[in-house]
């Protein structure tokens, strides 16, 4: 079974920047999608940023023009660079990944903005 392994979380002040990554323990065939949820205390898990077959992002408003999604399907990677963060953005962080059968969460990483 494949796991996710990702990296990068940690405390930041506002207005700094973070980047997550995301690999695979072993190769992929036929990946959908690859992205990023979070879940901050109190709240259900949401999307955060996402990137299928081709390289089509998409992005909850909340962080529309300053997170970016990239990464490499052939080298199942995701990485989300994170800029201009605010206390909000505060949550545990899971990279996705999805296939024909299914999708495998990486065991997250925690995001914390704080001053």
């Known amino acids: 079974q494949v796991q996710l392994v990702e990296s990068g979380g940690g405390f930041v002040q506002p207005g700094g920047s973070l980047r997550l990554s995301c690999v695979a323990s072993?190769?992929?065939?036929?990946?959908?999608?690859m992205g990023w949820y979070r879940q901050a205390p109190g709240k259900q898990r949401e999307l955060v940023a996402a990137i299928g077959r081709g390289g089509t992002t998409t992005y909850v408003d909340s962080v529309k023009g300053r997170f970016t999604i990239s990464g490499d399907n052939a080298k199942e990677t995701v990485y989300l660079q994170m800029n201009s963060l605010k206390p909000e953005d505060t949550a545990v962080y899971y990279c996705?990944?999805?296939?024909?059968?299914?999708?495998?969460w990486g065991q997250g990483t925690q995001v914390t903005v704080s001053s």
């Open positions: 996705s990944l999805t296939t024909l059968d299914g999708t495998t």
């Open positions: 072993r190769n992929i065939f036929s990946i959908y999608a």
